[in-house]
């Protein structure tokens, strides 16, 4: 990625390539080439032992810092919204704009058991208030140990069994970059306001390793801040927000094809854009009335 960018000190960077070799070591550069490459050609590194223990330990670092940063903010939707929790109501509101014709469209209307996988799922404002109406379980998956337990706790009241009952099933205390979730359990995975955590390397591994939790027609959707030009770098937190072109450049390095695309509205105007992604592993296809046919998703299986 080619992109100049800055961070939030002032620093301005050629490309996004510079940053990450930067924060991360040289090794973070070969590791997002090695992504594309095939199995034989990623597994020859110029690099010796040394630049990748390096490597290992400026990425430890990088992450360490971000969960140091999260662990110090309230578990409240006020904390994990930056004190916005004003934009709650808006969010959800667009968030379901944007996922029920997903649904009817490639689920058809016909009762049917949907699964979700909330990512990054903080304490739970996303599933209790958005991804419950829609799916018969959401297991969630967070690596701030306070968020999760209270997402736990405020999830509760959710844990009812019944025929055609809506909980929260399952928590996972793992951070992205070290999960992989069951094959083929998943209707939709949700990825909201987390995935800049991920250097590019890793969100592309995250990506490759999440194919296979989907279900034939199962799709992902991305929701994300947008950066106007390049990306910016949040020192404080360690996160990366990156423009739409930056996006489409990693979706295409991940295999990935948008299906549908849409701007959150009403935000405050002091706030990033945000947009909404849903992504399918196969290209969506166009009938000849115009409309595009459903695809099924055919994960790739992880070569170790």
Not at 16 to 34: D, I, Q
Not at 221 to 235: H, P, Q, S, W, Y
Not at 254 to 260: A, D
Request: charged share 25%.
């Amino acid at each position: 990625m080619d992109s100049r960018g800055f961070d939030s000190a002032g620093r301005v960077f050629s490309s996004a390539t510079e940053m990450w070799a930067e924060e991360l070591g040289s090794s973070a550069t070969a590791s997002t080439t090695a992504e594309a490459a095939s199995p034989a050609t990623a597994t020859e590194g110029s690099g010796g032992a040394s630049e990748e223990g390096a490597g290992d330990g400026k990425r430890k670092e990088w992450y360490s810092k971000a969960i140091a940063y999260w662990q110090g903010v309230e578990a409240s939707t006020e904390g994990v919204l930056g004190g916005y929790g004003c934009v709650n109501d808006v969010d959800v509101k667009g968030s379901d704009a944007f996922l029920r014709p997903l649904l009817a469209d490639r689920f058809g209307t016909a009762k049917r058991h949907l699964v979700a996988l909330d990512c990054g799922s903080g304490i739970g404002r996303v599933t209790k208030n958005f991804l419950l109406r829609h799916f018969n379980e959401v297991d969630l998956v967070e690596p701030v140990s306070h968020f999760l337990e209270a997402a736990r706790e405020s999830l509760t009241g959710y844990m009812d069994q019944g025929e055609d009952s809506h909980k929260a099933a399952n928590f996972y205390c793992v951070p992205l970059q070290d999960f992989t979730p069951e094959e083929g359990k998943y209707d939709v995975i949700w990825i909201q306001w987390c995935i800049g955590q991920l250097p590019d390397d890793d969100f592309i591994s995250f990506f490759n390793r999440a194919k296979v939790g989907l279900k034939p027609d199962g799709f992902f959707v991305l929701k994300e801040n947008i950066a106007r030009n390049g990306f910016v770098l949040d020192k404080e937190d360690n996160s990366v927000t990156r423009s739409d072109p930056y996006f489409r450049e990693l979706f295409k390095r991940c295999g990935l094809y948008i299906l549908s695309v849409k701007d959150q509205k009403e935000l405050p105007e002091e706030l990033f854009a945000v947009k909404m992604y849903a992504l399918v592993t196969s290209q969506p296809k166009i009938q000849k009335s115009g409309k595009r046919r459903r695809p099924k998703n055919s994960p790739r299986m992880i070569r170790s």
